[in-house]
């Protein structure tokens, strides 16, 4: 029984050694030598593309390839720890002061607003909507009330405004109206006409200057 055994294990040990040399050696030289298999051509370490040191592959979440930016689970970018970069872009300072700047229709509520307090009786605040503090109506604030002593109400249509035009560290602009004044006695005075607004953009001037005001006013009464 143990001689056939060992008989046995001899035989397969014999077959697993020629099985090996068959596969280390390849077809036999024209010198009797056994040649090796050849090598593919670009192959490193052994495999076709491979490294030759592979490293032991990603660690941790996957990186984004380069060009991309990560995000985080609500969308937003992550950013490098001390950077202290922001994917937000400050806003176009010369734009944002472009958009403060007044506009025509700023203009065209100057006269609204004017109309509006001459009815509440507020002259004096009507008054402070010509230049210069109310200088440029050629009246003082005392004067300029005055004037209104017999008016009950005015009704304002205003039209369409010109352009806005260029001066000398300034900017005008025409409003046409047509205005219908009622005074205490029922009587009704119609008027057409315009009324020139200005503001100043010199450097250093200050908000009120800049603001549209009533520089000028052209009124005619039209005969009923």
């Known amino acids: ?3 056939r055994f060992l008989v046995t294990a001899l035989a397969l040990c014999a077959t697993l050694s020629a099985c090996g040399d068959k596969a280390t050696t390849g077809p ?26 592979p490293g032991p592959g990603q660690i941790g979440l996957p990186q984004p390839d380069e060009g991309e930016v990560a995000l ?9 720890e001390g950077t202290g970069e ?19 229709q700023d203009a065209v509520g100057v006269i609204r607003d004017y109309y509006a307090a001459i009815n ?3 002259y004096a605040a009507a008054h402070a909507l010509w230049s210069d503090g109310g200088r440029a109506s050629g009246q003082s604030a005392e004067q300029f009330a005055g004037g209104f002593a017999d008016t009950t109400g005015v009704s ?5 405004p010109g352009q806005v035009d260029a001066a ?33 953009v010199v450097d250093g001037a200050t908000a009120d200057q800049r603001a ?13």
């Open 1 to 3: 029984m143990h001689l």
């Open 28 to 53: 036999a030289s024209k010198d009797g030598n056994a040649e090796t298999l050849p090598t593919p051509e670009g192959a490193r370490g052994g495999v076709t593309g491979m490294p030759d040191k």
């Open 72 to 80: 985080d689970e609500n969308g937003n970018p992550i950013l490098p």
């Open 86 to 104: 922001s994917t937000t872009e400050a806003p176009d300072t010369a734009a944002a002061e472009a958009t403060s700047e007044p506009t025509v």
């Open 120 to 122: 509440r009786r507020d």
């Open 156 to 160: 304002i249509e205003i039209l369409a």
């Open 168 to 200: 000398a560290g300034s900017r005008y602009i025409e409003v046409p109206v047509a205005l219908t004044a009622t005074h205490a006695d029922g009587r009704q005075q119609r008027f057409v006409g315009a009324y020139t607004l200005r503001r100043s």
């Open 212 to 224: 549209w005001r009533i520089g000028t006013a052209d009124l005619r009464e039209v005969e009923q």
